[in-house]
Structure formats: structure tokens, C-alpha cells
């Protein structure tokens, strides 16, 4: 949405209602979240994710991963 980032995110979190869009949207969100260094966003859009499409590679080192940087070491275990 050419840099304004406040219409990407009404735009990603429209698509997440949206049965058929609702994985583009959270990708968006995610994307998003990661570039604003927004690592507990960033969890809980993977955790979303990963409702939507279980067990996807990507999405559980991601999810790893913010575990580790947000300290959810229960979660991370």
C-alpha cells in the first residue's frame, strides 16, 4: 500500500475476517509486526496463524522463535 503502513494494516486486519483471505491478512500482520520489531504482535499473529494452517514449517520456527524473544519459555518448550 505504497509506505502507508496505517491502510496496510486496516487492509491485513479486513482480510483476517474474511474466511478466504483470513492467512494473507495474518501474513500481512505478521510481516508487519516483524518490521516494527513488535515481537509479542508478531507471536500472536504466528499463533493465529498457525490455527489456520497447522504444522507449516515456517510458521513454527517463526513462532520458535518469537517465543524465545518475547522470554514465553513455556511456550517455546
Known sequence: L?????????????LVDDPEGAFFGVRGLIADSL?????????????????????RPWIMRSLFDMEVK???WIAAE
Open 2 to 14: 505504497q509506505g502507508n503502513r496505517v491502510a496496510a494494516q486496516r487492509a491485513f486486519a479486513a
Open 35 to 55: 518490521a516494527q520489531r513488535d515481537y509479542v504482535a508478531a507471536r500472536e499473529h504466528l499463533r493465529t496463524a498457525d490455527r489456520l494452517q497447522r504444522n
Open 70 to 72: 518475547t522470554r514465553d
